[in-house]
């Protein structure tokens, strides 16, 4: 229930900033997801191997139901790459959109500034909608009870984890298939 009214604030705060941000800036914003998600699946697995140094691993003990079926080599794969994911979207995502906000001034355009608040808007939900995707996801495979009992608790976390068009079968096969071969 908390999950769920966590996630319902983060879409509404998502289409607020749109609406503030506008048209032009929030498709910067939007590429910059695209383009981050990019730059992560490239290097995901570059970074995975780094951060088994610096990370310490969950233990066997803290392995939740959900995971008991796969061995702990996979699932240790699987956590480190999925937290190198998460890094790599996260940062290349904030120097994107710094670098993107300097497109604002397109704003001013008269055909644009008609329909910039509104559009904005959309445009800002569906990339939070994205990010909370990506989050519930890379939750959804991190091996700590809290986590997974959130997750498995919020009727709104599972369906956008299970019917998010496109991205739900695209997120399964990538780590399930990729990320499990370590």
């Keep these: 229930m908390l999950l769920n009214i966590i996630i319902l604030l983060l879409l ?25 998600y990019v730059v992560a699946f490239l290097y995901y697995k570059q970074l995975a191997g780094v951060l088994k140094f610096w990370l310490p691993s969950p233990t066997s003990a803290s392995h939740s139901g959900t995971f008991s079926f796969l061995g702990s080599l996979n699932l240790q794969s699987a956590y480190y790459q999925a ?28 055909i644009i500034r008609s329909v910039n608040h509104l559009s904005g808007g959309v445009l800002g939900f569906v990339e939070i909608y994205l990010i909370v995707f990506l989050l519930l996801y890379a939750g959804a495979l991190t091996p700590m009870g809290g986590i997974q009992s959130s997750i498995s608790h919020s009727s709104l976390a599972q369906s956008i984890i299970g019917n998010t068009p496109v991205f739900s079968k695209m997120f399964k096969s990538m780590w399930v298939a990729f990320m499990f071969r370590g």
């Design 12 to 36: 509404a705060a998502g289409f607020f900033t749109g609406f503030r941000r506008g048209l032009v800036l929030q498709l910067v914003h939007l590429a910059g997801f695209i383009v981050s």
């Design 83 to 110: 937290i190198a994911f998460v890094i790599l979207f996260i940062s290349s995502k904030i120097v994107l959109n710094i670098l993107g906000s300097m497109l604002n001034f397109l704003a001013e355009m008269p």
